[in-house]
């Protein structure tokens, strides 16, 4: 079993930064695949970002592509996502999702495993 915690949220200016992170416990490691979804009210949970296991290979919507950065620490059993320029646009609940070995459809909610509780990321204009 995997237990995902996210933490970094809050509450930022259009244009500001936060980082996200996501603890994990249980089994995950380096031979697991990580993502970031991110939900708005009345709406669907939207892929963010992701990245492989073992060699790294990151994914990220094309919304955030060149602002949020996702990257993962083995050793700490810890994936970050670093948002930049963020946008009001941006605001939403941020779900950390594990999954074991490599992802195939890696923007499919359903791909994944395990999901943490998520954390609430509110832009102002």
């Known amino acids: 079993q995997v237990q995902l915690v996210e933490s970094g949220g809050g509450l930022v200016q259009a244009g500001g930064s936060l980082r996200l992170t996501c603890a994990a416990s249980?089994?995950?490691?380096?031979?697991?695949?990580m993502g970031w979804f991110r939900q708005a009210p009345e709406k669907e949970r939207d892929f963010v970002a992701a990245?492989?296991?073992?060699?790294?290979?990151?994914y990220s919507a094309y919304s955030v592509t060149g602002r949020f950065t996702i990257s993962r620490d083995n050793v700490k059993n810890t994936v970050y996502l670093q948002m930049n320029s963020l946008k009001p646009e941006d605001t939403a609940i941020y779900y950390c999702?594990?999954?074991?070995?490599?992802?195939?459809?890696?923007?499919?909610?359903?791909?994944?495993?395990?999901w943490g509780q998520g954390t609430q990321v509110a832009v102002s204009s």
């Open positions: 999702a594990a999954k074991p070995g490599y992802l195939i459809y890696y923007a499919r909610s359903r791909e994944y495993n395990y």
């Open positions: 249980g089994r995950t490691g380096s031979s697991d695949s």
């Open positions: 990245i492989e296991c073992s060699v790294g290979t990151t």
